[in-house]
Nanobody, 124 residues
Framework: QVQLAESGGGLVQAGGSLRLSCAAS????????MAWFRQAPGKGREFVAA????????NYADSVKGRFTIARDNANKIMWLQMNSLKSTDTAIYYC?????????????????WGQGTQVTVSS
């Protein structure tokens, strides 16, 4: 079974950038489709971005498209979310997620393994 741990969150001014990391341990990393979700105070968990286990299929929420980039390095068992042009509405706890699949996909849901989350706060 794979375990996920996020890092890289923090406080940043609007217009700035952050790079979140999700490190996997304790299991395989290949053939796990992965994604980033976020949850703002008082709101439900929201899909942000996803990447297939091959890395050749990606999906982004409309709210982050053109600003965020998702990537992965299977050899080092790590996934990243590069966040640029941050807005106050990006403030949330960010979670990485994974699901094993025989097919490389980048779905917006259906993930079974989750990290503990990392806080991102964007100040105006």
């Amino acid at each position: 079974q794979v375990q996920l741990a996020e890092s890289g969150g923090g406080l940043v001014q609007a217009g700035g950038s952050l790079r979140l990391s999700c490190a996997a341990s304790g299991g395989t990393f290949s053939r796990f489709n992965m994604a980033w979700f976020r949850q703002a105070p008082g709101k439900g968990r929201e899909f942000v971005a996803a990447i297939s286990w091959t890395g050749d299929s990606k999906n982004y929420a409309d709210s982050v498209k053109g600003r965020f980039t998702i990537a992965r390095d299977n050899a080092n068992k790590i996934m990243w979310l590069q966040m640029n042009s941050l807005k106050s509405t990006d403030t949330a706890i960010y979670y990485c997620a994974a699901v094993y699949s025989e097919l490389p996909k980048a779905p917006t849901g259906g993930y079974s393994t989750w990290g503990q989350g990392t806080q991102v706060t964007v100040s105006s």
